[in-house]
């Protein structure tokens, strides 16, 4: 039982961290296009066609809309962006760390 509970618990791990690295990817994208990104949001109608819009401009998926949307303008700073890009790089290696232990099981 305790074994399925690590599985599950692991499982859900690399589910969560794969999410936050999506997220995180995208709100770089958006970060080192902002310009783009906000002719887009200037130019819809509404935060649905936005994100609709955001979704076929920049491959996002709607989760990833959602968080560009959410953006505030101080992300895209040369600080905050380095920091956006170290995350996601910290995700990417406990994702494939997490990967790796699946594997082993």
Do not use: K, W, Y
Not at 78 to 93: G, S
């Amino acid at each position: 039982m305790r074994e399925r509970d690590t599985e599950i618990s692991a499982s859900a791990e690399l589910e969560r961290a794969r999410d936050e690295l999506l997220i995180f990817e995208a709100v770089e994208e958006a970060a080192s296009n902002p310009h783009d990104v906000l002719d887009v949001l200037l130019t819809s109608a509404d935060s649905e066609s936005a994100g609709e819009a955001l979704q076929r401009q920049f491959g996002f998926t709607e989760m990833q809309a959602d968080a560009v949307m959410s953006l505030q303008f101080r992300r895209v700073t040369h600080i905050e962006r380095r920091n956006i890009r170290e995350r996601c790089e910290a995700l990417t290696e406990v994702i494939s760390d997490l990967e790796a232990q699946a594997h082993r099981s």
